[in-house]
Structures are given as C-alpha cells and as structure tokens.
C-alpha cells in the first residue's frame, strides 16, 4: 500500500481547492453561471500549483458540466479533453466513460468523424477494464446512427445493447432503447414488432416509475391511434393524462389531451372531444404565455444590466475627461502646447466613446421594443390560428355525428335544417372573428411598420455623421445639443411606440425634436409652425403615434430641400367634432410635379414607404379609404407653390 504524506500547507490548498469546487458546483445547480464560473477557476488555478491528479480532473469536469448547462459545447469539449488527459495519464477508471462523454460532445456541435474516433475508443477500454459501460455506450451509439438517418446502423448498435443489458443484468438503458427500437420498426412498417418493443418499454418505465413515463404513455398512445386501436389509446392517453400531471410536465400535456381527444373522436364520444380539444388549446395558451414572459423577461435583464454597466463606464469616463482637462490646463500654463494638443485629443476620443455607448444602449432598447411588437403581433396569429383550427375539428366532428344519425326521412330532414343553421352561425360567427383578429393584426403590423420606418437607417446615420462632423471641428456645444436633441427624439420615439395613444402635445414635442434635428443639420433652411385650434385640449386630445412625423419629413426632403430659398412648413389641427380632427400640412417647396422630374434625374424611384404605412393606419382607424386628399399650391403666375396634405383622424378609434 502506498501512503501519500500531505504536508499542511499542501493540505490548506488541497482543502481550498475542494471547498471552491464544491461551492462552484452548487452554484451551478442553483443556474447562477458567472459565479460558479468564478468559483471553479479559483480551484483549477490552485490545481496547477500542486500534484493532485483526481481533484484537477474533478474540477476539469465541473467546468465541462457548467458550458455544457449554458449550451456552450466547443468550450465543454476543451474541459473534458483536459480531464480525459489527466484520467489518460493516471489509468483511471472513468477514461472509458470521458471518451464517451467526448463523443457526445462532438456529435453535439455536427462534428461526427471525432464523435465516432472516441465511440470506438470507449467500446475497445470498455472491452478491457470496465464492461459495466457498455450498455450506455451500445444505446449511445445507436442514438448517434438514428439522428443520422443510419437506421441499419442504429439497429445493430441497439441489438448490441440488448444483449449486453442481458448478461450484466443492467437495464437502466432498457426504457429508451426498447422505445427507440419500437420507432424504428414503425419507420419500417412493422407494426406489431413495434408494438412488442413499445410494450417493452412502458413495462421498465412502470417498473422503475421512470420520470418520463407520461411521455412513453404519450408516444403509445400515438402509436395505437395510428395503428386504430382507439380503445387501448385511449386508455394509455388517459395514464399519459394522469402521469404527466403527477410530473407537472406542462409541455407533454397539451399533446396527450390532443390524442386522447383524437381517440374519443374515433369512439364517437364526441362531447368530450370537444372537451378534450379545447382543454389542449387553453394548455398551447398557457406555454405560449411563459414562453412570451421568458423570452421578454430576458431581454429585459440584458438591456437593464447594459445600461448599469453603461452607467458605470460614463462616471468612470466623466472622471477621466475631468483629469485630462486638468491636465491640458496645467500644460497650458507651461506653455507646453504639444501637450495640451494631446490631452484635447484623448478628451474628444473619450467623448466619442461615450457617444457610440449611448447609441448602442438606444438600439438595444430599440430591439426590446421592437421585440414587444413582434410578441404581440405573434399572439394574435396564434389566436387566430388555434380559433381556425377549433372551429375546423368543431366542423368535423359535427360532419361525422351528423352521417351517422341520420336513419329516417324526418330526421335526416330536421338535423339537416339544424346542422346547417349551426353551421351558418359558426362560419359567420368564425369569419367575424377572423375579420377582427385579422384587422387587430393589420393595425400592430402596420404600428410596428411605422416605428421602422420613423427609425429611417439613413435618417439615423445622416444624425451620426452630422454629431461626428461637429466632434472633429472641435465644435463641443453644437455637437452636444445635437446629441441630446437626437437621444430625446430616440426615447419618445420608442416610449410612444408602444402605446396605442397618445396626448397630442405629446406628439408635437417628438415632430418638433425631429424638426430641429433636421434644422441643424440643413443650417436653419426652413421655417416651421404648428397652430392648433384653441377649443382642442393637447393634454386630454388622444391620438395614434407616430403618425405626423412622415408627413413632415415629406415636405422636407420632397419639397424645401429641392427649393430655392428659404422654406416654411405649417401644420394646421382643428376640431371638426368632438372626436374627429382635421389635419392640414403645408409646405412652400417646389410641388410634386416639379420634386417628381428631381428624382428623375437624380434616379430616386418608389414612393415614401412612411408615407404609405401612415396612410394605411389613418385608412384603418378612421374604417374608410382614400382619407388622404393632397393638393397641388400655385401662385398668380400659375407656377408651382408647394404642397397641402390634408386628413380627418378619429380620436375615437385611435
């Protein structure tokens, strides 16, 4: 026997080295990623300064369970090369299992020939020194084959592991592989050598209360339909039913009340179809709902933790900016301008760093509101998707009853009368509400379509070069107020978005931000005015947004950019009622006519895509078309004076 003297320092750092492994696995358990990460380094940076080959590996292994967790499986692969290495060196028992684990590893991530190279290399260990794993290696193997479509393969892999289950007495792979073969005998048309092997498997399952037993439950009962035994599939939909609520497996119960629904179907118990039918779409609803919350939940956490760490660098920033300064000052006073010169540059370096942080800070709230829209418009295709398909098993199942009962001359003449009244009331009752889903629809699309298009990419990059422009001419001030007008008009054009109204004043401020962006950058071209009937509240006046700004932009880039002196754009809001408003804006530029030859030569073609999507919303909330009247301004001499848009808009609808 050999005896290992631990000396106590090497014992401290044996024992800091297990206590931050520990601890790292733990946190791992409990999903906190970062810092089990933190805790596991700690203990593999210590493994390095001493001999101690099973805690290295250990700890090597740790770290391959904790990317494999977050689904990073290159890095995972490293990790468990690594401890395959040290178990390599040291003859371990575990080096057949790690060769497999590496296999596992490479077919994750597409890269079969090294999946293969390490199969082959756990079979020949496991040969030798350690046949215990050879029944999860065979099942492993014929897993790998099967996802490969190489179903000759995966048959000779899963026979192997029946064989060897058998002589070592180990069947802990004898519920998937019993399954898996009884699939790939459906594949082949052998449907009662399948049903033996599914037979098999659900015996194991309930043998050991396997915690997938409501799935294998599941997938029998798929089979038996398949194969219309609707008597047995029904009872093995109900053990599904049953256990999987026993699991609270959420996902698997939707599908199992879809089957069982399906079987009652076949049994002509159709009430509880019905039931059964509507019981799984309000279970579709519910994992839709959490996935929803999920998916914005997360989105949410990395815009919340960026803007933090946005926070964060700014004061450290601030800070810097603040010394450099004092540095340039000091510099100055010497007379040493060389210096003063360098330190002004690492200033404005520093500002432009600040600067594209807080741009990507405005496009990933951009994204989160962008992400909300998309969400939303989604519910609504799912609604009217599943409204669709319950109506359409409704149809069915009535169609079937209805063939059925019909005996006598009476009768079949009473259920027709009735069957077709109630098929007249569904299918009107199923087109009213795909109408209405479908106009709830057309309304996010097109609100979502106006925040892309108010977020113009050329609009944006134009703002940017103008703010760089500023930034090299030294010009601070100018540059600051941009930048500020910019971020305002960035927020309330995101912030607005979201909402389905909006105050009116609300909506002047974002045009007035977007207008003096646009007077900045064209050196105080035009002119611009909003007049607003005094009878009209601002505060309590709701209207859709987004919904100006096109219009504005318009007359901009169509009419005063083209123009020969200076511009002048009026807006012009007045109460025609007490829920509908008229909207006139007019602009002084060079008229259609005049802009169309323009962009002609210039090859500009298309029209303004805001333009078409704001004339559409208008089209949808005032439930009419062609709201839009435009008309060509000229002056005594019967030449082109410009252009006026007017619109009525509801507040009621909006």
Same mark, same amino acid.
């Given at each position: 026997?050999i005896?290992v ?6 014992q401290?750092i044996?024992n800091f ?6 601890k790292?696995?733990?946190l791992?358990?409990n ?7 933190v805790?596991?380094?700690?203990s593999?940076?210590l493994c390095?300064t ?6 290295s590996y250990r ?7 904790l990317?494999?967790n977050?689904l ?11 401890a395959?290495? &040290?178990a390599?060196k040291?003859?371990m028992?575990?080096t057949?299992s ?9 077919h994750?991530?597409?890269n079969?020939?090294?999946a ?6 756990s079979?020949?260990?496991s040969l030798k020194?350690?046949e215990?794993l ?5 099942a492993?193997?014929g897993?790998?084959?099967q ?9 000779t892999?899963?026979f ?11 069947y802990?792979q ?6 898996n ?5 459906t594949?082949k ?5 399948a ?11 309930e ?5 997938f ?14 194969k219309k035994e609707f008597e ?6 109900e ?6 609520n ?5 996902e ?16 002509k118990?159709?009430d509880?179809?019905i039931s059964?039918y509507q ?10 709902e959490?996935?929803?919350?999920e998916?914005?939940?997360?989105l949410?956490?990395k ?6 760490e946005?926070e964060?660098a700014?004061?450290?920033?601030d ?7 004092l540095?340039?000052?000091?510099a ?6 060389h ?13 432009q760093k600040?600067l594209i942080?807080?741009?990507?800070l405005?496009?990933?709230?951009e ?6 829209l998309?969400t939303?418009?989604?519910d609504?295709?799912?609604?009217i998707a ?5 109506l359409i ?5 009535q ?6 009962i ?5 009768i ?7 069957l077709?009244?109630n ?20 309304l996010?699309?097109m609100?979502?379509e106006?925040?892309?298009s108010?977020?113009n990419?050329?609009?944006i ?7 760089n422009r ?5 010009n ?8 500020i ?6 927020r309330?054009i995101?912030?607005n978005s ?5 105050p009116?004043?609300?909506e002047?401020e974002a045009?007035?931000l ?5 007077l900045?950058?064209?050196d ?9 009937d005094?009878? &009209?509240?601002?505060?309590n006046?709701q209207?859709?947004p ?10 901009i880039?169509?009419?005063l950019m ?9 807006i ?14 007019e602009?002084?530029g060079?008229?259609r006519?005049?802009?169309n030859?323009?962009n002609t030569?210039?090859h500009?073609?298309?029209k303004?895509f805001?333009?078409q999507i704001?004339?559409?919303r &208008?089209?949808?909330?005032?439930k009419?078309d062609?709201n839009?009247?435009?008309?060509d301004?000229?002056?005594?001499e ?8 007017e619109?009525?808009?509801s507040?009621?609808a909006a």
């Amino acid at each position: 026997m050999i005896v290992v003297y631990y000396s106590p320092k090497r014992q401290i750092i044996y024992n800091f080295k297990f206590a931050y492994r520990i601890k790292g696995q733990y946190l791992e358990r409990n999903k906190q990623f970062e810092e089990s990460k933190v805790q596991l380094e700690k203990s593999l940076a210590l493994c390095k300064t001493s001999n101690i080959p099973f805690e290295s590996y250990r700890t090597n292994l740790a770290l391959a369970n904790l990317y494999e967790n977050q689904l990073k499986f290159e890095t995972a692969i490293d990790y468990t090369l690594q401890a395959a290495e &040290i178990a390599d060196k040291n003859n371990m028992s575990t080096t057949a299992s790690i060769y497999l684990r590496l296999a596992n590893g490479y077919h994750r991530i597409g890269n079969n020939d090294n999946a293969l190279i390490y199969f082959n290399k756990s079979e020949a260990l496991s040969l030798k020194q350690h046949e215990s794993l050879l029944p999860e290696l065979y099942a492993t193997l014929g897993n790998f084959y099967q996802t490969n479509k190489d179903y000759d393969r995966a048959f000779t892999a899963y026979f192997k592991t029946d064989s060897v289950m058998k002589e070592h007495k180990n069947y802990f792979q004898a519920i998937s592989v019993y399954s898996n073969l009884a699939t790939l005998f459906t594949l082949k048309g052998e449907l009662d050598t399948a049903q033996q092997y599914f037979e098999k498997s659900v015996q194991f399952a309930e043998k050991n209360n396997n915690q997938f037993l409501g799935r294998i439950y599941l997938n029998y009962a798929t089979f038996l339909i398949n194969k219309k035994e609707f008597e047995s599939a029904l009872t093995y939909a109900e053990k599904a039913i049953t256990e999987i609520n026993n699991k609270n497996d959420i996902e698997a119960l939707s599908g199992a009340m879809e089957v069982k629904a399906k079987a009652l179907v076949n049994l002509k118990q159709l009430d509880q179809a019905i039931s059964e039918y509507q019981s799984s779409l309000s279970v579709k609803d519910s994992i839709h709902e959490i996935l929803k919350t999920e998916s914005l939940g997360e989105l949410l956490s990395k815009y919340e933790t960026k803007k933090k760490e946005n926070e964060i660098a700014k004061l450290n920033s601030d800070k810097q900016i603040q010394k450099l300064q004092l540095e340039k000052q000091k510099a100055e006073i010497l007379g040493n301008l060389h210096l003063a010169k360098q330190k002004q540059q690492e200033i404005d370096l520093l500002n432009q760093k600040q600067l594209i942080q807080e741009l990507k800070l405005s496009q990933q709230k951009e994204a989160l509101a962008l992400k909300e829209l998309e969400t939303e418009a989604k519910d609504r295709k799912i609604i009217i998707a599943e409204q669709e398909k319950l109506l359409i098993e409704k149809e069915m199942i009535q169609q079937k009853f209805s063939n059925k009962i019909m005996i006598s001359g009476f009768i079949i003449l009473l259920l027709f009368i009735i069957l077709g009244f109630n098929n007249y009331r569904i299918n009107t009752h199923r087109k009213n509400d795909k109408e209405k889903y479908q106009l709830q629809n057309q309304l996010i699309q097109m609100k979502l379509e106006a925040l892309r298009s108010q977020m113009n990419p050329h609009f944006i990059f134009n703002a940017l070069n103008s703010i760089n422009r500023y930034i090299i001419r030294n010009n601070k001030e100018t540059a600051s107020e941009y930048l500020i007008k910019f971020s305002k008009l960035i927020r309330s054009i995101l912030e607005n978005s979201k909402l389905k109204e909006i105050p009116l004043e609300k909506e002047i401020e974002a045009i007035q931000l977007y207008v003096d962006l646009e007077l900045l950058r064209f050196d105080n071209k035009f002119d611009f005015q909003v007049r607003i009937d005094e009878s &009209i509240n601002r505060e309590n006046t709701q209207i859709p947004p987004l919904i100006l700004q096109p219009f504005v932009e318009n007359a901009i880039w169509h009419g005063l950019m083209k123009k020969k002196g200076r511009g002048q754009i009026t807006i012009d809001i007045k109460a025609k009622n007490s829920d509908i408003l008229f909207v006139a804006i007019e602009d002084n530029g060079v008229g259609r006519e005049s802009a169309n030859e323009q962009n002609t030569v210039l090859h500009e073609k298309g029209k303004s895509f805001g333009m078409q999507i704001t004339a559409d919303r &208008i089209n949808a909330i005032n439930k009419k078309d062609n709201n839009i009247k435009i008309i060509d301004l000229y002056d005594s001499e019967k030449k082109a004076a410009g252009t006026r848009v007017e619109f009525e808009l509801s507040t009621q609808a909006a």
